[in-house]
Nanobody, 130 residues
Framework: QVQLVESGGGLVQAGGSLRLSCAASGRTFSSYHMGWFRQAPGKERDFVAAISWSGGVVYYADSVKGRFTISRDNAKSTVYLQMNSLKPEDTAVYYC???????????????????????WGQGTQVTVSS
């Protein structure tokens, strides 16, 4: 059984910062790639950021490059999303997810797809006011 629990969401003014955390249960956290997705009301769930099992490779959606940073601490079984220079369009429910077991080569071609992930957290609300 794998459980992912997001935290750190909240209300912040435009230009502000927020750090999301995703704590994972289980004993094999370090063996899996992790991703962050977000979903705004009436919108599809979109890719935000991803990180390989070792933390050596990271990916970002174009809309958040230069503003968001994904990281992980395998000793704590936790993945983070540092969000800076937040914009109202960043408002969404943010979800963390664990990928299916796959090589880094396979992950490079599929990190942005929801179908590449088998476990999802409940989500945490991020609201950015103007």
């Amino acid at each position: 059984q794998v459980q992912l629990v997001e935290s750190g969401g909240g209300l912040v003014q435009a230009g502000g910062s927020l750090r999301l955390s995703c704590a994972a249960s289980g004993r094999t956290f370090s063996s899996y790639h992790m991703g962050w997705f977000r979903q705004a009301p009436g919108k599809e769930r979109d890719f935000v950021a991803a990180i390989s099992w070792s933390g050596g490779v990271v990916y970002y959606a174009d809309s958040v490059k230069g503003r968001f940073t994904i990281s992980r601490d395998n000793a704590k079984s936790t993945v983070y999303l540092q969000m800076n220079s937040l914009k109202p369009e960043d408002t969404a429910v943010y979800y963390c997810a664990r990928s299916f077991a796959m090589s880094i080569s396979a992950y490079r071609g599929s990190y942005h797809r929801m179908g590449s992930y088998d476990y999802w957290g409940q989500g945490t609300q991020v609201t950015v006011s103007s």
